[in-house]
């Protein structure tokens, strides 16, 4: 079946520092690829989305490029924030039937100021 | 922005009884509504899928007659645990799709806390 795999957390960065969080997908067909984020006590919001190859999402600063290729849709900021400190969950859909999302395990982000 | 709300945002009970979440899509009609659970430090595992006025589609591996759903209205779906145990304590999470949208954007309420004593 689909998965979502995503690199280990936590991660801990200072401020303004370059953020990449790897993200490497399995599916058939061709699934959209999304970047959800979770603040301490909150729900989850899409950050940023992806729907077909190449295609770059993009939102608040962050960046994630669909590459087909590699199978991979890295989340990458080029300055981070102490704001920016959050769970952040990689997942896919299959556009067909009910969109269903897989979600990859979720990466912790603490950013110190 | 659409926007999804639980009820209650936590909730502990003894052990054999039943509790019901609630999730409401407060602004916009949603055509599916999906019900996750979460593990603490692990992901969101779909648990089932509701369409307004039909019955759910639960994943494999979640027992149905535990895990009660209902999505009567367009805005309204609840999760009803039955006879609970300690090992159904979890964080249950609603998102509800919205039917206007051309992609079919899911939205997310914050969860739903549950201790079973």
């Known amino acids: 079946g689909d998965s979502v795999t995503q690199m280990e957390g936590p991660v801990t960065l200072s401020e303004e520092a370059f953020l990449t969080i790897n993200c490497t997908y399995t599916a058939t067909g061709y699934p959209s690829l999304f970047w959800y984020v979770q603040y301490p006590g909150e729900g989850l919001q899409l950050l940023l989305k992806a729907t077909k190859a190449d295609d770059k999402g993009s939102n608040k600063g962050f960046e994630a490029t669909y590459r087909k290729e590699t199978t991979s849709f890295h989340l990458e900021k080029g300055s981070v924030q102490v704001s920016d400190s959050a769970v952040y969950f990689c997942?896919?859909?299959?556009?067909?039937?009910?969109?269903?999302?897989?979600f990859g395990q979720g990466t912790r982000l603490t950013i110190n100021p | 922005g659409a926007v999804v709300s639980q009820h209650p945002s936590w909730v502990i009970c003894k052990s054999g009884t039943s509790v019901k979440i609630e999730c409401r899509s407060l602004d916009f009609q949603a055509t599916t509504m999906f019900w996750y659970r979460q593990f603490p430090k692990q992901s969101l595992m779909l648990m089932a899928t509701s369409n307004e006025g039909s019955k759910a589609t639960y994943e494999q591996g979640v027992e149905k007659d535990k895990f009660l759903i209902n999505h009567a209205s367009l805005t309204l779906s609840t999760l009803t645990v039955t006879s609970a145990h300690p090992e159904d304590s979890s964080f249950y999470i609603c998102s509800a799709d919205e039917r206007a949208s051309s992609y079919n954007e899911q939205f997310f309420g914050p969860g739903t806390r549950l201790t079973v004593l």
């Open positions: 997942a896919l859909s299959d556009r067909q039937g009910a969109q269903k999302l897989v």
